[in-house]
């Protein structure tokens, strides 16, 4: 016995971690084909009505709607502004680079509360009030420091020869970036984008500080769970679980695929 503790002990843990993480998950799907009514506490019995109407619950999809909204445009933002940045940081030397590599990463390192609680501040001082586009720009200031990080590492790891060797073949800068340089990146690129709309999303603490009126997907499922958190939220929560999900393993064999055609080729 002993010695199959031993053997096994990694594999034990590793299980008990994956059903700590989707113990939350299963929950929430679970309570999406809750019959539950207005109060989704209890289990009432299994129906498929919940996922027929996602719409249901008052307010549920106006909400769900501006969190796809803001997390787009942050995306969009953030993910361009930090491709940027990532090639300055991994590419040139300039005066005050290692204080911009130290700066980059103080929005990661900042609690939310002291982040939203500051940007706040500074929206009410220039005389701006909250809502939608403040909401953007507090996504967009926190979501370019994990886009910068996750670019910066794919440039990292790129083999300068490549890019060399379309050099020594004639090719512009503007060809070989285009040719070369960002088919090579664009997997950290998409990987950026993903988790920046991710992070944009979820949001709950510096979106409740600084979006005003404008309700958002997290902010409806705060306020709902006082009352136990409607049975269309947890449809919506299991739906972008699954397509995330799907995006993850469609990438998985896009890139399986393409290495058994690159083996073949060689």
């Not at 594999?11 to 109060?39: C, E, H, Q």
């Not at 090579?184 to 979106?207: E, H, K, M, Q």
């Amino acid at each position: 016995m002993t010695r199959w503790l031993s053997k096994n002990l990694i594999r034990i843990y590793a299980a008990l971690a994956f059903i700590y993480l989707f113990i939350p998950v299963a929950y929430t799907m679970a309570f999406s084909f809750n019959d539950s009514g207005k109060r989704n506490l209890i289990w009432q019995g299994f129906t498929f009505k919940n996922w027929l109407n996602p719409c249901g619950a008052p307010e549920v999809c106006t909400a769900l709607g501006n969190s796809i909204k803001i997390g787009f445009l942050a995306t969009l933002f953030s993910t361009i502004l930090g491709t940027m940045i990532a090639f300055a940081l991994g590419r040139y030397s300039f005066r005050g680079r290692n204080t911009t590599n130290l700066l980059i990463f103080l929005p990661m390192a900042t609690p939310e509360i002291v982040l939203g609680a500051s940007l706040l501040a500074m929206f009410l001082n220039l005389g701006i009030n909250p809502g939608f586009w403040t909401t953007v720009i507090a996504h967009v200031m926190f979501c370019i420091s994990f886009v910068v990080v996750t670019v910066k590492a794919r440039i990292a790891s790129l083999d300068p020869k490549l890019e060399e060797a379309a050099r020594d073949l004639y090719a512009t800068e503007w060809q070989t970036f285009r040719r070369v340089t960002l088919p090579l990146v664009a997997p950290g690129i998409a990987a950026a984008a993903l988790l920046a709309f991710s992070l944009s999303f979820d949001d709950f603490i510096i979106t409740n500080f600084n979006s005003g009126t404008v309700n958002t997907f997290p902010k409806f499922v705060w306020v709902s769970s006082a009352r136990g958190v409607p049975a269309q939220a947890n449809v919506i929560g299991s739906a972008m679980f699954l397509i995330a999900l799907a995006i993850v393993i469609s990438a998985q064999i896009y890139s399986s695929a393409k290495a058994r055609r690159l083996q073949k080729k060689h």
